[in-house]
């Protein structure tokens, strides 16, 4: 199904792949009227210009003294003519090495002349606008009609139906539906921390420690003082010790079989338990000694982030919206594969024509 869709959506992809070459060629002219013949430089940077990159210089290298003739080359990625913009603009489209370019591209002065440091930074703004235009806003097109069209095509097994698309959901939901299961104690001493644990102000209180938890996380710098380490350390142990307190209470209200039931509570318990041997072991056991690294346990203070997926239904859904798109990742990922199979094998192939034609 997957590349059935691909075929499909590869069919009507011309006005897109037409759209991306013409703005491309666009950015490739104006490369080439800002930049012909200004990636010229002097391997002996002392020379700033190609009448004065001639002769000798001397070159030191481990220790030693060589004699290098001067030489007036280009770079190997440059404006000079439209077919070497495009690739060059190719290169930073993929993302690959395009800061050197960007750097390549500030320094240039003018033709015939060699790089000065930091003289054109008005023509970063170049490089930004086609990433944004090209490598985002176009790819991103094309990818959201990718995805239109596996819709497309899986409505395609409906259209004999004499329902909708939202008639059908509702029948899916409808079946597949499950009622939650929702604890509540019995006893009078339970049901009143039960009561406590599942209040607004108590779930928001909570969450606001985790803010203020994820602050003083973000405190931490190069070099700080002793006193200010020691600080921190004690606000850690603080936090443990609240969230702590929230386990204490969630396992007093719902009993050990329904408080692990719930897999948001699972991942508290093992944050809980992280950190408590964080602190038992940096303070306690082995302050100061390499024994076992100190930074896993330390991990368990950033995980407490996670525990904010727990609060709120706008970030618990946009958590399981990422989970669902992973169920078509495998059937992507060997469609992905055999490409790479393909090309990995007719460039095999093709190196090998070359390599015997040279011969």
């Keep these: 199904h997957v590349v059935q869709c691909v075929v499909v959506a590869i069919k009507t992809i011309g006005n897109i792949m037409l759209v991306t070459f013409l703005l491309q ?5 104006m490369g080439v009227q800002l930049f012909k013949g200004t990636f ?21 290298e481990d220790g030693h003294i060589y004699k290098e003739t001067r030489e007036w080359s280009n770079s190997k990625f440059h404006f000079d003519n439209v077919p070497q913009a ?15 370019l960007l750097h390549t591209a500030i320094d240039s002065k003018g033709e015939g002349e060699g790089p000065v440091y930091n003289y054109r930074p008005f023509v970063a703004p ?23 069209t596996f819709q497309n095509e899986g409505e395609q097994e409906y259209r004999n139906c004499e329902l909708n698309k939202n008639q059908r959901k509702c029948i899916e939901f409808a079946l597949k539906a499950k009622p939650i299961k929702r604890y509540i104690p019995v006893k009078k001493s339970q049901l009143k921390i039960w009561w406590f644990v599942t209040s607004p102000p108590f779930e928001y209180a909570i969450f606001s420690l985790i803010m203020i938890n994820t602050v003083v996380l973000a405190m931490k710098y190069h070099k700080q003082p002793d006193s200010y380490s020691k600080a921190l ?28 039931s719930d897999p948001s509570n699972c991942c508290d318990f093992i944050i809980v338990v992280g950190s408590v041997i964080d602190i038992i072991y940096t303070d306690i056991i082995a302050p100061g000694t390499n024994v076992i690294s100190i930074n896993f346990f330390r991990l368990f203070r950033v995980m407490r ?45 093709v190196n090998y024509f070359f390599q015997e034609f040279s011969l």
């Design 86 to 100: 495009l690739l060059t603009l190719f290169t930073v489209a993929t993302f690959e090495g395009w800061p050197s």
């Design 126 to 148: 170049f490089f930004i606008t086609f990433i944004i235009v090209i490598a985002f806003f176009m790819v991103n097109i094309f990818v959201g009609f990718v995805i239109v």
């Design 40 to 60: 010229y430089s002097c391997n002996d940077k002392s020379m700033l210009n190609k009448e004065d990159c001639k002769g000798y210089y001397l070159k030191i």
């Design 233 to 260: 350390d004690y606000l850690n142990i603080v936090f443990t010790a609240i969230f702590g307190l929230e386990f204490v209470l969630k396992m007093a209200a719902f009993h050990v079989k329904n408080y692990f």
């Design 305 to 349: 982030l996670v525990k904010v997926l727990s609060r709120g239904e706008g970030i618990r859904t946009l958590l399981w919206t990422f989970i669902k798109s992973f169920q078509a990742l495998p059937y992507v990922a060997l469609l992905i594969a055999m490409l790479f199979f393909i090309y990995a094998v007719i460039g095999m192939q």
């Design 25 to 29: 060629f666009m950015f490739a002219c």
